[in-house]
């Protein structure tokens, strides 16, 4: 079974930085595209950064030369840096996988649990 685990989430100040992780485990034959979201309280879950099936990266425009996504590939991790946080941006960050487990199964979509992101403002 193919697991997503996030880390790196924590409080921080206005201003301050944080890397979350996206740990990708389990029988893997293909990643495909990995999205990081984010939820905020009483709020839609929103896209944050992503890696496209062709290996591109998209920002959401409030993420756009603040935050930065990457990835290690042999480790299976895919990484978000967050840059200038201010109070906005204290969410759920989440991580969806598309990946194969197998050559004989289709692609599913994987999501882990969350890592919270408090900004003190």
């Known amino acids: 079974q193919v697991q997503v685990v996030e880390s790196g989430g924590g409080l921080v100040q206005a201003g301050g930085s944080l890397r979350l992780s996206c740990a990708v485990s389990?029988?893997?034959?293909?990643?495909?595209?990995v999205e990081w979201h984010r939820q905020a309280p009483g709020m839609q879950r929103e896209l944050v950064a992503e890696?496209?099936?062709?290996?591109?990266?998209n920002y959401a425009e409030f993420a756009s030369g603040r935050f930065v996504i990457s990835r290690d590939n042999a480790k299976n991790t895919v990484y978000l840096q967050l840059n200038s946080l201010n109070a906005e941006d204290t969410a759920v960050y989440l991580c969806?996988?598309?990946?194969?487990?197998?050559?004989?199964?289709?692609?599913?979509?994987?999501w882990g649990q969350g890592t919270q992101v408090t900004v003190s403002s």
């Open positions: 890696f496209t099936g062709g290996g591109t990266t």
């Open positions: 389990g029988p893997i034959y293909k990643i495909n595209e």
């Open positions: 969806r996988v598309n990946a194969q487990f197998s050559i004989y199964f289709p692609a599913q979509d994987y």
